[in-house]
């Protein structure tokens, strides 16, 4: 053969084609599984967002108020923090005697402000309070500052929001 032939480093067509082939296949696998670990990509991210959201209504002055006469949570959440679709439960928590009890609740059903039953938000209440969160909700935590008997008496808290 020829030092300088024609045919040096040409590749068969289907050997080409196999090749690329297998890389495309790789590279879909790959943004598969590493799909979860980019932001704004996972399950988690939704809860995270709606936290957030969730969060920026029901602070007054950087602090929820959970006494008597203060607003209840779902008369302070907008509707556009709520992710269209999903069914929202929201509970916040302060430290009483050592542990953390339930100061407020409230629950937004799919569809919420505009396409819901009145019953709707009591009945999700009353499963998460029956049954628990479902197992496949996305669950996100924050700390945050709750005024419990009045302004003044400020209580360590959480906020928790899961969505499904």
Same mark, same amino acid.
């Given at each position: 053969?020829?030092?300088?032939?024609?045919?040096?480093?040409?590749?068969?067509?289907?050997?080409? /084609?196999?090749?690329?082939?297998?890389? &495309? !296949?790789?590279?879909?696998?790959?943004?598969?599984? &590493?799909?979860?670990?980019?932001?704004?990509?996972?399950?988690?991210?939704? &809860?995270?967002?709606? !936290?957030?959201?969730?969060?920026?209504? /029901?602070?007054?002055? $950087?602090?929820?108020?959970?006494?008597? $006469?203060?607003?209840? /949570?779902?008369?302070?959440?907008?509707?556009?923090?709520?992710?269209?679709?999903?069914?929202?439960?929201?509970?916040?928590?302060? *430290?009483?005697?050592?542990?953390?009890?339930? *100061?407020?609740?409230?629950?937004?059903?799919?569809?919420?402000?505009?396409?819901?039953?009145?019953?709707?938000?009591?009945? !999700?209440?009353?499963?998460?309070?029956?049954? $628990?969160?479902?197992? $496949?909700?996305? /669950?996100?935590?924050?700390? !945050?500052? *709750? &005024? *419990?008997?009045?302004?003044?008496?400020?209580?360590?808290?959480?906020?928790?929001?899961?969505?499904?």
């Amino acid at each position: 053969m020829l030092r300088w032939s024609q045919y040096r480093a040409q590749t068969e067509p289907l050997a080409a /084609i196999f090749a690329v082939s297998i890389f &495309a !296949i790789a590279l879909s696998l790959y943004v598969v599984a &590493a799909q979860p670990i980019f932001p704004g990509f996972s399950d988690d991210s939704t &809860a995270d967002r709606t !936290i957030d959201r969730v969060w920026d209504d /029901i602070e007054q002055h $950087g602090v929820f108020h959970a006494y008597d $006469g203060a607003d209840d /949570i779902d008369a302070l959440v907008d509707g556009e923090s709520v992710p269209a679709g999903s069914a929202v439960y929201v509970v916040v928590t302060a *430290v009483d005697g050592g542990k953390e009890q339930p *100061v407020a609740e409230a629950a937004f059903p799919s569809g919420y402000p505009d396409d819901i039953d009145p019953s709707e938000p009591t009945q !999700i209440e009353q499963y998460v309070e029956d049954e $628990g969160v479902p197992s $496949g909700a996305s /669950i996100s935590t924050r700390s !945050i500052p *709750v &005024a *419990v008997e009045s302004q003044a008496e400020i209580r360590s808290g959480t906020l928790e929001v899961s969505v499904w």
